[in-house]
Antibody, heavy 120, light 107 residues
Framework: QVHLVESGGSLVKPGGSLRLSCAAS????????MNWIRQAPGKGLEWVAY????????NYADSVKGRFTLSRDNAKNSLYLQMDSLRAEDTAVYYC?????????????WGQGTKVTVSS | EIVMTQSPATLSVSPGERATLSCWAS??????LAWYQQKLGQTPRLLVY???TRATGIPARFSGSGSGAEFILTISSLRSEDSGMYFC?????????FGQGTNLEIK
């Protein structure tokens, strides 16, 4: 069965750091582009970052550029999001999601999400 | 950044009827458009991508259409379990962007 499981979310003070992880199983992780999407409490969906299969292309939303770093380890079937200089507006549930196809970044598999709260 | 706008914000439809949800892009996204359903407290579920291709396991009651900057998601023979938020998303250009959502209520 295809699964994505996020971890690493917690309560952190403004200016702090967190590292989110996403563990993939049930599919060939190295065949798929991966993304992070977040959802603030009671709000809609916001795409955060994208990484291609070989990590040759990485893109970020302007709201996180320069503060977040996305990486993957295909040997470990894992995706990572290093989050630095966190702000209150980064408070959200963070989902990792798989691109449905190498040419289509619609997200067909989502994790259950990990909650990040930035507050003093 | 491509801005995605959905209409209406809330739609109330009776069981068995058809719901029509609209999504507009601020510029052409060709057919690089997806639709998602999110029920309360759940993870989003991909319904349609490529503007009209149903995702795996999605019933034929869900159909997407459109290209360029105007898109429609049609849900026929509505059931109570179809209630929830529906989001469109473009993946033509980075940053990928979502619409603000349509809240579908089943009367």
């Amino acid at each position: 069965q295809v699964h994505l499981v996020e971890s690493g979310g917690s309560l952190v003070k403004p200016g702090g750091s967190l590292r989110l992880s996403c563990a993939a199983s049930g599919f060939i992780f190295s065949d798929y582009n991966m993304n992070w999407i977040r959802q603030a409490p009671g709000k809609g969906l916001e795409w955060v970052a994208y990484i291609s299969i070989t990590s040759s292309t990485i893109n970020y939303a302007d709201s996180v550029k320069g503060r977040f770093t996305l990486s993957r380890d295909n040997a470990k079937n894992s995706l990572y999001l290093q989050m630095d200089s966190l702000r209150a507006e980064d408070t959200a549930v963070y989902y990792c999601a798989r691109g449905v196809d190498s040419w289509a970044d619609a997200f067909d598999v989502w994790g259950q999400g990990t909650k990040v709260t930035v507050s003093s | 950044e491509i801005v995605m706008t959905q209409s209406p914000a809330t739609l109330s439809v009776s069981p068995g009827e058809r719901a029509t949800l609209s999504c507009w892009a601020s510029q052409s996204v060709n057919t690089n458009l997806a639709w998602y359903q999110q029920k309360l407290g759940q993870t989003p579920r991909l319904l349609v991508y490529g503007a009209s291709t149903r995702a795996t396991g999605i019933p034929a009651r869900f159909s997407g259409s459109g290209s360029g900057a105007e898109f429609i998601l049609t849900i026929s023979s509505l059931r109570s379990e179809d209630s929830g938020m529906y989001f469109c998303q473009q993946y033509e250009n980075w940053p990928y962007t979502f619409g603000q959502g349509t809240n579908l209520e089943i009367k």
